[in-house]
């Protein structure tokens, strides 16, 4: 299984903008497929973004949609979620996991992060 790390989270006021990184070890980076899901408080998680081994197709989920971008570099191992004009809402604890497949189905990521607080005020 390939070891997953984020980092990037923290404080933001709403309408502003993070960076989070994902740095994975372990198994060949490239030959996953990635993708970024979240859980608030008392919610269930939930699929944020995903992105192709080759990072040419990339799939979001329709809250992000125009504000948030997943991208990757294979040649570090990591993938990003870059994450504009952030809301409220956007507060949770942001985890990344690889698969196999471009799904949006938690179930079918393998490996997981241990995830990075991001909380967004008002």
């Known amino acids: 299984q390939v070891q997953l790390v984020e980092s990037g989270g923290g404080l933001v006021q709403a309408g502003g903008s993070l960076r989070l990184s994902c740095t994975a070890s372990?198994?060949?980076?490239?030959?996953?497929?990635m993708g970024w899901f979240r859980q608030a408080p008392g919610k269930e998680r939930e699929f944020v973004a995903a992105?192709?081994?080759?990072?040419?197709?990339?799939y979001y989920a329709d809250s992000v949609k125009g504000r948030f971008t997943i991208s990757r570099d294979n040649a570090k191992n990591t993938v990003y979620l870059q994450m504009n004009s952030l809301k409220p809402g956007d507060t949770a604890v942001y985890y990344c996991?690889?698969?196999?497949?471009?799904?949006?189905?938690?179930?079918?990521?393998?490996?997981w992060g241990q995830g990075t607080q991001v909380t967004v005020s008002s």
């Open positions: 372990g198994r060949t980076f490239s030959n996953y497929d």
């Open positions: 992105i192709s081994w080759s990072g040419s197709n990339t």
């Open positions: 996991a690889a698969a196999f497949s471009l799904s949006a189905v938690s179930a079918d990521f393998r490996s």
